[in-house]
């Protein structure tokens, strides 16, 4: 029989090691809102202060029951300021019905049909002797780079986006928070 402080100290060792893995897979905060691991990405995206314009274009996109399915899926997430920077009245266009094409086109170049991590991304891009070619699930090669300890995605348009937040753990994936939108 084991003794009450053997049996004690197992048990605090335990919770110990409990809380440490749970720290360790803890999500950062995302617009001032807490990630949570057991939800999807629209489910915490819709959260985020910092996410609201792509939340609305994915809802006009059509594309909430895509994102919200099982997966997995590595997004991009482009902030508010992001879709700030393109220029003036490129977002009310494209959340005119008429630009439903286009607007699915951009946010499912944001999406891959995996779950890759940061970890994974940097060693892809290790692998592939310093760029690594991304293919999305809308159909655009971008290329991702390492530079100065942050991942920068390079689109179409040879505009650079770079990982602001990264491993942001999803029920269906993984989120990486962008500071530019991404383009054909």
């Not at 060792?13 to 949570?36: C, D, E, I």
């Not at 939800?39 to 996109?61: F, K, P, R, W, Y």
Request: net charge negative; aromatic share 6%; with cysteine.
């Amino acid at each position: 029989m084991l003794s009450k402080t053997f049996t004690a100290g197992i048990l605090a060792l335990g919770l110990t090691a409990t809380a440490a893995v749970t720290y360790a897979q803890s999500n950062p905060m995302v617009g001032g809102a807490p990630m949570f691991a057991n939800m999807n990405i629209v489910e915490n995206a819709v959260n985020s202060a910092d996410h609201t314009t792509l939340v609305a274009a994915v809802q006009a996109a059509g594309l909430v029951d895509t994102l919200s399915s099982e997966g997995p899926f590595t997004v991009f997430a482009p902030t508010n300021a992001a879709f700030a920077a393109l220029p003036e009245g490129t977002v009310e266009t494209l959340l005119q019905p008429e630009n439903l094409d286009q607007l699915q086109r951009i946010l499912t170049c944001h999406v891959v049909a995996t779950n890759a991590l940061w970890g994974d991304v940097r060693g892809m891009i290790s692998d592939d002797g310093g760029a690594h070619v991304i293919r999305t699930v809308g159909g655009c090669e971008f290329t991702a780079y390492f530079t100065d300890g942050v991942i920068q995605i390079e689109d179409g348009q040879g505009r650079r986006a770079s990982i602001t937040i990264a491993d942001v753990r999803q029920s269906n994936g993984v989120i990486h928070v962008i500071d530019s939108v991404l383009l054909p």
